[in-house]
């Protein structure tokens, strides 16, 4: 079975500045997505960004940017000019492009900073 | 554009009892999967719907059953629950058996 590793608990940073999270995965498979998900304390899962594992480019979206590096199984997000809005915890995930299962880590929770 | 939804968004139960949660998959989703979310973890795959049918299955016991209608809104039963059961359970649509997945806010339940 895939397996899903953040090995970081506890992030902070100080508003405005730059952080990253870093997600290791493991898998036996060539084509697969990778996720970001925010869990702000009101619960809802939302998505941040998806990245297809046969693409070479690392996706972006706003003030969020993955560095995704297939023959390492790393996938770590950046977030830039951190916002109070920004601390909630971050889950990383994996799907196989062949399955409908989406594995976990257990989480990242971050702490915006004023 | 109707997002998500799922109810109710707590309840608490005792052990041995049954319970049901609802979802309503976003507009134009044809795809429901719920997870269960113990405390301090990440959200662990039940099961997926796809067009009414179950299409994959997690490593949960039979007694985690569901459906899903013909409008694409599913539930979850749960039968002769456990206090291990408690947990928050997140329901996530999506457009397709293999897409991106946007979840629920989650019902919160509590076995005593």
């Known amino acids: 079975a895939q397996t899903v590793t953040q090995s970081q608990p506890e992030m902070s940073v100080q508003e405005a500045e730059t952080v990253t999270l870093s997600c290791t995965y493991d898998?036996?498979?060539?084509?697969?997505?990778l996720f970001w998900y925010k869990q702000p304390p009101s619960r809802q899962m939302i998505l941040v960004i998806r990245?297809?594992?046969?693409?070479?480019q690392n996706a972006t979206e706003n003030r969020f940017s993955v560095n995704f590096q297939k023959a390492a199984k790393s996938f770590s997000l950046k977030i830039s000019d951190s916002q109070l809005g920004d601390a909630a915890m971050y889950f990383c995930?994996?799907?196989?492009?062949?399955?409908?299962?989406?594995?976990f880590g257990t989480g990242t929770s971050l702490t915006v900073i004023p | 554009e109707t997002g998500v939804t799922q109810s109710p968004t707590h309840l608490i139960k005792t052990r041995g009892q049954q319970v049901t949660l609802r979802c309503s998959s976003q507009?134009?989703?044809?795809?429901v999967s719920w997870y269960q979310q113990a405390l301090g973890q990440g959200p662990q795959f039940i099961f997926q719907?796809?067009?009414?049918?179950?299409?994959g299955r997690g490593n949960f016991p039979p007694r985690f059953s569901g459906l899903q209608f013909p409008n694409y809104s599913s539930e979850l039963n749960v039968n002769a629950l456990e206090l291990d059961d408690s947990a928050l359970y997140l329901c996530?649509?999506?457009?397709?058996?293999?897409?991106?997945?946007?979840f629920g806010p989650g019902t919160r339940l509590l076995v005593l």
């Open positions: 719907y796809y067009r009414e049918e179950e299409n």
């Open positions: 995930a994996y799907r196989s492009a062949t399955g409908n299962q989406f594995y």
């Open positions: 996530a649509s999506s457009t397709q058996t293999r897409g991106s997945e946007y």
């Open positions: 507009s134009g989703h044809n795809t």
């Open positions: 990245q297809e594992a046969y693409k070479q």
């Open positions: 898998t036996s498979e060539s084509d697969y997505y």
